[in-house]
């Protein structure tokens, strides 16, 4: 599974720097995407056999989709903060895509066309 393009959209509120805001969400879809694609803990002789980053894969620059962040006005006079909100739903969205284009449901993390 490959993810070339990613559309997001946020409503959060007034934002006060637009930049921070598309970075976080940029670097949550990122983080979302590692996980979905290449999030698997594996095991050897009851061990965990991925002790840090080297042995974890995630999504490099290279690798990384265009993105296109949109941040929505939804008029909302209270002011509050970015946190995560990218991340949690692009597996469900990249699972809905490989579905729309295969038939195919994926239902276990990480996605693979197996």
Same mark, same amino acid.
């Given at each position: 599974?490959?993810?070339?393009?990613?559309?997001?959209?946020?409503?959060?509120?007034?934002?006060?720097?637009?930049?921070?805001?598309?970075?976080?969400?940029?670097?949550?879809?990122?983080?979302?995407?590692?996980?979905?694609?290449? *999030?698997?803990?594996?095991?050897?002789? +009851?061990?965990? /056999?991925?002790?840090?980053? !080297?042995?974890?894969? =995630? %999504?490099?620059? $290279?690798?990384?989709?265009?993105?296109?962040?949109?941040?929505?006005? *939804?008029?909302?006079?209270?002011?509050? +903060?970015?946190? /995560?909100?990218?991340?949690? !739903?692009?597996?469900? =969205? %990249?699972?809905? $895509?490989?579905?729309?284009?295969?038939?195919?449901?994926?239902?276990?993390?990480?996605?693979?066309?197996?």
């Amino acid at each position: 599974v490959q993810v070339r393009r990613v559309t997001c959209a946020i409503d959060c509120g007034p934002v006060v720097n637009p930049a921070i805001v598309r970075a976080q969400m940029e670097s949550g879809i990122v983080y979302g995407l590692s996980a979905a694609l290449h *999030g698997e803990i594996t095991l050897a002789n +009851g061990a965990v /056999e991925q002790a840090n980053f !080297p042995d974890y894969d =995630a %999504v490099r620059l $290279a690798d990384a989709p265009v993105m296109s962040v949109h941040l929505v006005d *939804g008029a909302s006079p209270i002011v509050g +903060g970015v946190g /995560e909100p990218g991340t949690p !739903p692009i597996a469900p =969205a %990249v699972a809905n $895509a490989v579905f729309a284009a295969t038939g195919k449901r994926l239902r276990t993390l990480p996605l693979r066309l197996v």
